[in-house]
């Protein structure tokens, strides 16, 4: 099985791209964020065509999440329970094929010390009490999604320019890390220990052509799913194509 996550930067002015991706890599399912529309504009029949059922929790041109899958959904969660219609369209749970899967786009959080950055950091809060009443760390869950954190140092380009920052201040590392400490693996350092793999790159000053990147976009697993996980990569090919996202797809196969 191929799991997928990839923040699309407007699905609208990004769908060639994923339909192109789409054909290429065939995965099971693909997590998407940052999908900016809403739900009666998001390209169905497209993705339908393409072989893709589709769940969604959209936004008018912000935020929104989306999972499209060969293998169906169910018991579908939209959200946080206590969440109102003017809240942020950011998680989405599903059952999908035996495993729980929430795709999460979390606030960015603009600046260390602002408004914006308490918010992301109680949002993440929220996102561990929702695995807490919702999930089973002996199961099968897995949570992907651009999290908007560099974990370690060795995912951020100059450890020493970023200290401090937005996506890699201790404060946003700590509630990742207490949201890791529900009970998973990150994918990608089962199988890559050294440095300089990065998921999104600024598209200013040359940021991809240079690797000035974060590697802020994941797929952590259960224990369960973590021994049946064979290969996760970040598909770099992508953000050198025309008019791509600012973000690459990162990939996790089970067996």
Not at 108 to 113: A, C, L
Not at 204 to 209: E, Y
């Amino acid at each position: 099985m191929k799991i997928a996550t990839w923040n699309v930067n407007s699905i609208i002015a990004r769908l060639p791209l994923v339909i192109r991706w789409l054909e290429k890599e065939q995965p099971d399912v693909l997590c998407m964020q940052e999908t900016k529309c809403s739900d009666d504009k998001f390209p169905l029949l497209e993705l339908k065509s393409a072989g893709y059922d589709c769940i969604l929790f959209g936004q008018q041109s912000y935020n929104g999440v989306a999972i499209i899958s060969q293998a169906g959904c169910a018991n579908e969660i939209r959200g946080f329970p206590e969440d109102d219609a003017a809240s942020q369209a950011r998680s989405l749970m599903a059952d999908i094929a035996g495993i729980r899967l929430i795709n999460v786009y979390v606030p960015n959080g603009q600046s260390v010390g602002s408004e914006k950055y308490q918010f992301k950091l109680q949002w993440m809060r929220r996102l561990r009490q929702l695995l807490d009443q919702n999930c089973d760390p002996t199961s099968a869950v897995l949570l992907c999604g651009d999290f908007n954190v560099a974990p370690e140092e060795r995912d951020v380009h100059d450890p020493r320019l970023w200290q401090n920052r937005i996506l890699f201040s201790d404060a946003e590392r700590a509630a990742l890390q207490h949201i890791k400490d529900w009970g998973f693996t990150d994918t990608f350092r089962l199988h890559t220990e050294e440095g300089g793999h990065y998921s999104w790159w600024d598209y200013r000053a040359g940021g991809f052509r240079r690797n000035l990147g974060l590697r802020i976009d994941h797929i952590w697993v259960s224990a369960p799913l973590a021994k049946r996980n064979r290969k996760t990569w970040i598909d770099k090919e992508t953000r050198a194509w025309e008019r791509p996202s600012d973000h690459a797809p990162v990939v996790a196969e089970f067996e």
